[in-house]
């Protein structure tokens, strides 16, 4: 299985997603990862996509809870829009 995405997790980012925990798309679909790399097929990499883009529906914030001016948000920014 080739994997065409890398998400690398500091152990800081696991403790926030598990922190927020199940109550958003965004960290719903990061909950199974752990620190370290994370490699994603273009099927996965697409699922999670589609996880974030969940929680900007009707003009809401793509990472709710999470502090827009963290390295966590910065990473799954630039892991988002890297998805093609």
Do not use: Q
Request: glycine share 8%; net charge negative.
């Amino acid at each position: 299985m080739r994997h065409a995405y890398n998400l690398i997790l500091s152990d800081s980012d696991i403790e926030t997603i598990r922190f927020v925990g199940y109550r958003y798309g965004w960290s719903d679909a990061l909950s199974g990862f752990s620190a370290g790399e994370n490699p994603l097929t273009e099927a996965e990499a697409w699922g999670i996509s589609e996880a974030f883009a969940s929680d900007a529906e009707g003009g809401h914030s793509m990472f709710p809870m999470l502090d827009p001016r963290s390295s966590l948000c910065e990473k799954l920014f630039k892991f988002y829009e890297s998805i093609v």
